[in-house]
C-alpha cells in the first residue's frame, strides 16, 4: 500500500512581541464580532460551550478546500501529498503546543471521544473486578459516564473526590480515596461551571505514589493556559478544537507511548492497520493506530492553524487577559443583590468562567434577557448534573470569556443583570 505520510517538521511559528493582548487587534480577525443583532454587536460570551473561529483558522480549511482536497496517506499527487502534510504537520504543531512527541497526539472528534477512548482501550484491558477508580464530582458527563459504564462492566469500584463549599476540590482525604486499589484517576483540569482549576500536582503525586495512571480533561484548559503534559505528570490528556478556536468535529488526545503502544485499538478499519489477512490483523504505529478511517481532515488543518493563532498570542498573555477580565467581572458582580455566584471569588484561583443565579428567575429566563441586551450566555445544567444538585440548585447562567472579550462587555452583562433585577421584580 502506498502510504505517503511525512515527517516534515512545520515551522515554529514567530512569537509576537508586546505585552498583554492587543484585543482591538484580534477582534479584527473575527468579522462575526461586527454583527448586529437587534440593533446591537454580540457580547459573545458563551466561549465555555465553544468559542470563535479567526480568519486564519477558516482560511486555512477553505485553503484545503480550494488547493488541494485529497483524502491523506494515499495518493502520489500532489493535492493528496499536500493534504497530508498540512494534517499530519497539525499533529506536529499540537505537540509543540502541549510540549509532547507528535507521536502521542491522536486526532479524535472532540473531548468526549478521547476520554471514551482511554475508557474503552485502556480501562477494559487494565480495569478488574474489585479495582477502583477515582473522578470527581465537579466533573462534565464526558468523564463520568464512561467511568461509570466500565466500572459496571468490570465490578470496580467509582469513587469521588468531594468539593469543599467555595468550589475547589476537596483533597483533605486524597489519602485515603486514592489507594492501594486504585488503578485510575481522571478530573478536569479547569472545570467547565466553577471556573476552578484543580490542584493537579497534589493530586498527580499522590495517584503516582500508588501506581494509578492519571487523565487529565483538558476541555477548558487547554484553549486558555499554557499546558505542559510533560511538566503536569498526568499519563492521558483530552481536549476539542472547538473551544480553542478551531473547527468542530477535531479534538486531541495525548498519551503517554508505552501506555498507547499497549493498548488494543478503540476503532477498527482502514488506515489504523499494517497489515491484514483473513485470519488476523496488525496495527499501524502511533498515533494512526488510533485514528481509523478518513480522518476530519480540513478540521485538522483547521486546528493546526488555530494552534499557530493561539502561540503566536502567547498563552500566558491569553492567560493573564483572562484574569484580569475576570477580576474585573467579580469585583462588580459580587456587589449585585441576590446573585449567587458559584466557585471561588478570587480570579488567580480560576478561569474565565462565571456562573450565577440571579434570585428565584430561572437561568432560562435570565439568559433570554441577555439575549435581548445582545449578550450571548449559556444558561443550564452544562452537561454536570451532580454537580449542579450539590450546588443546590437546577440550572445555573454560565458567561465565559476569551482572547476577544473586553471590559466593556463585562459592564453591558453587569448593566443587563441590573436591569433584570428590574424586570424581574427583584428591585
Ligand atoms: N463543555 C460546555 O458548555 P466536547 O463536547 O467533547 O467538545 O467537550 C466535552 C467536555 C468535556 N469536559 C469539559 C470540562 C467540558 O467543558 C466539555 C464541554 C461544554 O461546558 C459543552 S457541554
Not at 484543580?198 to 498527580?204: D, N
Amino acid at each position: 500500500m502506498i502510504d505517503t505520510r511525512d515527517n516534515i517538521l512545520e515551522v515554529a511559528p514567530e512569537t509576537l512581541a508586546g505585552h498583554g493582548l492587543d484585543v482591538a487587534a484580534i477582534r479584527q480577525d473575527f468579522p462575526i464580532l461586527e454583527e448586529i443583532e437587534n440593533g446591537l454587536k454580540v457580547a459573545y460570551l458563551d466561549n465555555g460551550a465553544s468559542s470563535l473561529r479567526p480568519e486564519p483558522v477558516v482560511n486555512s480549511m477553505l485553503e484545503y478546500f480550494h488547493k488541494f482536497n485529497a483524502n491523506i496517506h494515499r495518493g502520489v499527487y500532489r493535492w493528496s501529498e499536500e493534504a497530508t502534510r498540512r494534517y499530519e504537520g497539525a499533529h506536529r504543531k499540537v505537540a509543540r503546543f502541549i510540549n509532547a512527541h507528535p507521536r502521542e497526539v491522536i486526532f479524535t472528534r472532540n473531548t468526549t471521544e478521547g476520554l471514551n477512548l482511554v475508557a474503552y482501550s485502556w480501562g477494559r484491558t487494565n480495569v478488574h473486578q474489585g479495582d477502583e477508580i477515582v473522578s470527581t464530582v465537579i466533573e462534565h458527563h464526558s468523564n463520568l459516564v464512561p467511568w461509570q459504564i466500565l466500572a459496571a462492566e468490570k465490578n470496580a469500584k467509582l469513587r469521588y473526590i468531594p468539593m469543599t463549599s467555595d468550589g475547589q476540590l476537596d483533597i483533605t482525604d486524597l489519602d485515603t480515596i486514592i489507594n492501594e486499589k486504585t488503578k485510575l484517576v481522571t478530573f478536569s483540569h479547569m472545570s467547565n461551571v466553577l471556573g476552578t482549576i484543580s490542584p493537579v500536582e497534589k493530586i498527580v503525586k499522590r495517584a503516582k505514589e500508588v501506581g494509578a495512571v492519571v487523565v487529565l480533561d483538558g476541555a477548558q484548559s487547554a484553549p486558555h493556559m499554557q499546558v505542559d503534559v510533560a511538566a503536569l505528570g498526568c499519563d492521558f490528556y483530552a481536549f476539542s478544537g472547538h473551544k480553542m478556536l478551531g473547527p468542530t468535529g477535531i479534538g486531541v488526545l495525548w498519551g503517554r507511548k508505552e501506555l498507547l503502544e499497549a493498548m488494543p485499538p478503540f476503532l477498527t478499519g482502514g488506515d489504523m492497520i499494517r497489515d491484514v489477512t483473513l485470519a488476523r490483523s496488525t496495527w499501524n504505529d502511533l498515533p494512526w493506530k488510533f485514528e481509523a478511517g478518513t480522518p476530519s481532515i480540513a478540521e485538522g488543518i483547521g486546528l493546526g492553524a488555530a494552534v499557530d493563532y493561539l502561540t503566536n498570542l502567547g498563552m500566558d498573555k491569553i492567560r493573564q487577559h483572562e484574569i484580569e477580565l475576570t477580576a474585573y467581572a467579580l469585583e462588580q458582580m459580587v456587589e449585585i443583590p441576590d446573585l449567587t455566584i458559584y466557585g471561588p471569588v478570587d480570579a488567580q484561583l480560576r478561569g474565565g468562567i462565571i456562573s450565577f443565579n440571579l434570585g428565584e428567575v430561572h437561568p432560562h429566563d435570565l439568559a433570554t434577557l441577555l439575549d435581548r441586551e445582545g449578550i450571548a450566555v449559556r444558561a443550564g445544567h452544562h452537561c454536570c448534573q451532580p454537580l449542579i444538585e450539590l450546588l443546590e440548585t437546577t440550572a445555573t447562567t454560565r458567561a465565559s470569556f476569551y482572547i476577544y472579550n473586553t471590559p466593556e462587555e463585562v459592564d453591558r452583562l453587569v448593566k443587563a443583570l441590573y436591569k433584570a433585577r428590574t424586570v424581574f421584580h427583584l428591585a
